[in-house]
């Protein structure tokens, strides 16, 4: 019954391609910021300072999402899905497999480029309802991963929780 106990079906972090819209808005804002001091270039004069302040805000927007994910880590075994996030701060966070009700991969045209998706759980935990898996490369066969250890789990609770003499697991041992 505990031959699947705690074995490792996924370990690592998510892809960074889950950063692209966060790219690619750091390059319209400095597209306009640079259009706008070119513009107003003949009647003040560039203020190198406050453009590089501007690029800097801008790098550090577009930065904070990368070093995000790259101190994410995701470990999912046939028990729980653990988060470890954070770089000063460290957060660990866990989400036991029997908690999860439905699961459902979106794969966003961009994502779908690079072969990756999203994998979005459905929860019976009442502080975090919804979970998210972002960037996960695979994410319709980890789903379906996860789909399994789930069925699983239920189904070794329902055979130790059963009176059916016919049910694997069933025992007629008695207190007395």
């Not at 560039?46 to 880590?73: C, D, E, N, S």
């Not at 929860?123 to 490369?137: E, N, S």
């Not at 994410?139 to 399994?148: G, S, T, V, Y």
Request: hydrophobic share 45%; proline share 5%; net charge positive.
């Amino acid at each position: 019954m505990s031959s699947m106990a705690n074995q490792v079906i996924f370990s690592g972090a998510p892809s960074q391609v889950c950063n692209l819209p966060a790219i690619l808005k750091g390059c319209a804002v400095m597209t306009v910021i640079g259009a706008i001091h070119v513009c107003t270039s003949n009647a003040f004069p560039l203020q190198w300072h406050v453009l590089l302040a501007q690029a800097g805000a801008v790098l550090i927007g577009v930065g904070v999402p990368f070093v995000k994910t790259a101190f994410t880590r995701i470990v999912i075994d046939t028990e729980q899905i653990t988060w470890t996030q954070g770089i000063l701060h460290r957060r660990v966070s866990s989400l036991k497999l029997s908690r999860i009700q439905g699961t459902t991969s979106i794969h966003p045209w961009w994502q779908r480029l690079f072969g990756v998706g999203s994998i979005i759980l459905t929860t019976t935990d009442l502080a975090h309802p919804v979970r998210r898996l972002p960037g996960i490369r695979g994410a319709d066969q980890l789903r379906k991963k996860i789909d399994e250890a789930v069925a699983m789990l239920q189904k070794r609770s329902i055979s130790a929780n059963t009176h059916d003499p016919n049910a694997p697991g069933y025992s007629q041992a008695h207190s007395i």
